[in-house]
């Protein structure tokens, strides 16, 4: 059985499932009810409670496949509540795959997950440092809706500076929620990329090194890597 119901915030929805699940439930009730919000709000936010004693027959899970492919970006943000077991590690085997967050959580954690429904699950602070000096800060995990209202900011820095110098802090920067994060990631970088005239990159993770010389690469500025102690050596380094 499958029951949905929309949350107080618009376009957040809560699905509970339950027992044996068919078809018949996908085609009658899930599929119509968020067909029905994706069409009134484009991009939806839901968390999907499972209980217990829920199996899915095969055509319900061909069903499930057949409308995630429809509707690959009609959602925002996913959490799944279910016991341990197969389904939540492949939940989370795939996350990475998936164009929105997705969180996975057990029962006990249901008004954990609730919550992260809603919450910011990561940020972007960009300061003018002056003298065409950029400093952009990520933090915690990004996902599309930060990039978006962040290229703007970047877009109208760019434009008071025909180049610039690009102080890039990734201290606290955990990655990104799903691949449409990582796209948006990437697109605003392509934009700029050529712009730059000198960049320093912070970090503390090998992957954060690597990203450096890459960036050197396909931009041609000069960049440098700075470990995270030495945030004042990158700051000094992007102004002389």
């Not at 839901?46 to 061909?62: C, G, P, Q, R």
């Not at 970006?73 to 016991?83: H, I, T």
């Not at 796209?183 to 970088?189: E, K, T, V």
Request: with cysteine; hydrophobic share 45%.
């Amino acid at each position: 059985m499958i029951t949905v119901k929309s949350l107080p915030t618009a376009g957040h929805y809560e699905v509970h499932v339950s027992g044996k699940v068919t078809d018949d439930d996908y085609e009658h009730v899930l599929i119509p009810a968020l067909d029905r919000a994706i069409e009134e709000h484009q991009r939806i936010r839901a968390i999907v409670i499972l209980a217990d004693d829920t199996t899915f027959s095969l055509a319900a899970v061909l069903d499930d496949a057949e409308f995630g492919m429809r509707h690959w970006n009609g959602f925002d943000r996913l959490a799944l509540v279910a016991k341990p077991g197969w389904i939540p590690r492949m939940a989370r085997g795939m996350a990475i795959l998936f164009p929105c967050p997705v969180g996975v959580f057990t029962p006990a954690e249901t008004d954990d997950a609730r919550r992260w429904l809603s919450q910011s699950l990561g940020a972007v602070h960009q300061t003018d440092l002056g003298d065409g000096v950029l400093h952009v800060q990520l933090l915690g995990k990004l996902d599309p809706a930060v990039m978006a209202a962040e290229e703007q900011d970047m877009n109208a820095f760019v434009r008071k500076n025909e180049r610039f110098r690009l102080l890039l802090d990734l201290r606290e920067f955990d990655g990104w929620q799903g691949l449409a994060a990582l796209r948006a990631h990437f697109a605003i970088a392509r934009n700029h990329y050529d712009l730059i005239d000198r960049a320093a990159i912070v970090g503390d993770k090998s992957w954060q090194k690597l990203g450096q010389s890459v960036l050197g690469a396909v931009s041609g500025a000069k960049t440098k890597y700075f470990d995270a102690d030495d945030f004042n050596g990158a700051k000094a380094w992007i102004k002389a």
